[in-house]
């Protein structure tokens, strides 16, 4: 079922059948929901045949990151299984990004691809111990151009940085923006965050939701609160 709602519902559960539980509660015409690794390392694919049986359409977050030949066959792999979207690191450089560009268009897949810039949790301080001396926003917009010069969709980025790629890459490009607490909702461990919003006030395409959905006693209730926020 495609939808057209901003939200993306994380399901961060380490199991199939905690997922398939949220997953039941959930609507697929009003939110699309995140697969990430530790439920497909566990799962495999059959957490996304099971999520497209009823309905949803499902951004798989694996950050693939590796030479140009393997992360390709991994997105044209992910692309195969009707995944809605799919992520790369932009840090694997410009070569990897139009590997899995070119491998796509070769195979007339129409899965996005998006590449993650910098890490919601990263600071300043994360980013100097790898050897990046500049600040997390700057580091941000290098790699979100050279993710755009590279083909990909658009990019995972916080809110904080939605607004500049806006300037700099166009509407058009995607911006997924996890980190995202609606006003109902405690911050948790993610440091750059937003309320749905602010967010999508400052230029965010797509806004990321784990536990102030997933955690509520009722989570339709809290996703339409979140509907409400934006409205």
């Known amino acids: 079922m495609s939808t057209d709602s901003p939200l993306i519902i994380a399901l961060?559960?380490?199991s199939l059948d905690?997922?398939?539980?949220?997953?039941?509660?959930?609507?697929p015409a009003r939110c699309r929901l995140k697969v990430g690794k530790e439920l497909f390392t566990r799962s495999g694919p059959d957490v996304l045949d099971a999520l497209h049986g009823?309905?949803?359409?499902?951004?798989?977050?694996?950050?693939?990151?590796?030479?140009?030949?393997?992360?390709?066959?991994?997105?044209?792999?992910?692309?195969?299984?009707?995944?809605w979207m799919v992520n790369v690191?932009?840090?694997?450089?410009?070569?990897?990004?139009?590997?899995?560009?070119d491998r796509l268009e070769r195979q007339a897949l129409s899965t996005r691809l998006i590449a993650v810039t910098v890490l919601t949790s990263m600071m300043v301080e994360d980013l100097a111990e790898v050897g990046v001396?500049?600040?997390?926003?700057?580091?941000?917009?290098?790699l979100?151009?050279?993710?755009?010069?590279?083909?990909?969709?658009?990019?995972?980025c916080s809110a904080q940085e939605s607004a500049r790629l806006n300037a700099l890459c166009g509407d058009d490009f995607l911006k997924v923006t996890p980190g995202i607490r609606p006003s109902f909702a405690q911050v948790g461990d993610?440091?750059?965050?937003m309320t749905p919003r602010d967010a999508m006030a400052a230029?965010?395409?797509?806004?990321?939701?784990?536990?102030?959905?997933?955690?509520?006693?009722?989570?339709?209730?809290?996703?339409?609160?979140?509907?409400?926020?934006?409205?």
């Open 12 to 14: 961060d559960y380490p």
């Open 18 to 27: 905690a997922a398939l539980c949220m997953a039941d509660r959930l609507d």
């Open 54 to 83: 009823r309905g949803f359409e499902v951004f798989l977050d694996l950050k693939f990151h590796d030479i140009p030949n393997t992360v390709a066959g991994a997105v044209e792999a992910a692309a195969e299984q009707g995944v």
């Open 89 to 101: 690191h932009a840090s694997g450089g410009r070569r990897m990004m139009e590997a899995a560009r």
């Open 133 to 142: 001396s500049v600040p997390p926003a700057e580091q941000v917009e290098r």
């Open 144 to 156: 979100a151009l050279l993710a755009q010069e590279s083909g990909m969709h658009g990019v995972v």
């Open 190 to 193: 993610q440091k750059r965050v």
């Open 203 to 231: 230029g965010s395409t797509h806004l990321v939701v784990g536990r102030p959905v997933t955690q509520a006693p009722e989570p339709m209730e809290a996703l339409a609160a979140i509907e409400a926020e934006l409205a």
